[in-house]
T-cell receptor
Framework: GQQLNQSPQSMFIQEGEDVSMNCTSSSIFNTWLWYKQDPGEGPVLLIA?????ELTSNGRLTAQFGITRKDSFLNISASIPSDVGIYFCAGEQGGSEKLVFGKGTKLTVNP | KAGVTQTPRYLIKTRGQQVTLSCSPISGHRSVSWYQQTPGQGLQFLFE???????NKGNFPGRFSGRQFSNSRSEMNVSTLELGDSALYLCASRLAAKYNEQFFGPGTRLTVL
């Protein structure tokens, strides 16, 4: 089935640094979602994007829907220890009504 | 508004047994999807139910089945458990299939011995 390529797989950063991660596909998507998952819990929806070029913020998080509609980016500014977790992108192809997930970016923040 | 709830949170079974997992969606949400999450494969879509009907299905064997009740609560059943079925099973709900924002429950951690 359709796969989303999410990178990087893991990141080790110092508290206060900014973080960038992205998701790409060979197909066009109509919706991009970004989730965060803490250990032992289900993913929590952070940001939803619905239009090409859209830039949306949620606190220190900013996500963008790529102009080509084949990619999306998530940035975290001034990281803090509680940002630790796995971040997933998810996309919906036009009309499919099914979400496809990336394999996640594991973020570690060193205090 | 209460979030998605799943029961049980943890389960240990042996090979060959069967298991039933339960999911209660957010109030008003009529669509429920199930996912299997493993370290190697990530989040894999199992199936989605809307108004008691299965709308979409992933690439899993027939041992994996589900159903949805009139109150939108859903159950997932796995028969003849295999070691490889050990995973976190996540349920997600949304208002309806055309709304892409899915909200996840905490998951059921299934261990097959």
């Amino acid at each position: 089935g359709q796969q989303l390529n999410q990178s990087p797989q893991s990141m080790f950063i110092q508290e206060g640094e900014d973080v960038s991660m992205n998701c790409t596909s060979s197909s066009i998507f109509n919706t991009w979602l970004w989730y965060k998952q803490d250990p032992g819990e289900g993913p929590v929806l952070l940001i939803a994007l619905y239009k090409a070029g859209e830039l949306t913020s949620n606190g220190r998080l900013t996500a963008q829907f790529g102009i080509t509609r084949k990619d999306s980016f998530l940035n975290i500014s001034a990281s803090i220890p509680s940002d630790v977790g796995i971040y997933f992108c998810a996309g919906e192809q036009g009309g499919s009504e099914k979400l496809v997930f990336g394999k996640g970016t594991k973020l570690t923040v060193n205090p | 508004k209460a979030g998605v709830t799943q029961t049980p949170r943890y389960l240990i079974k042996t090979r060959g047994q069967q298991v039933t997992l339960s999911c209660s969606p957010i109030s008003g949400h009529r669509s429920v999807s199930w996912y299997q999450q493993t370290p190697g494969q990530g989040l894999q879509f199992l199936f989605e139910y809307f108004s008691e009907t299965q709308r979409n299905k992933g690439n899993f064997p027939g041992r994996f089945s589900g159903r949805q009740f009139s109150n939108s609560r859903s159950e997932m059943n796995v028969s003849t458990l295999e070691l490889g079925d050990s995973a976190l099973y996540l349920c997600a709900s949304r208002l309806a299939a055309k709304y892409n924002e899915q909200f996840f429950g905490p998951g059921t951690r299934l261990t097959v011995l």
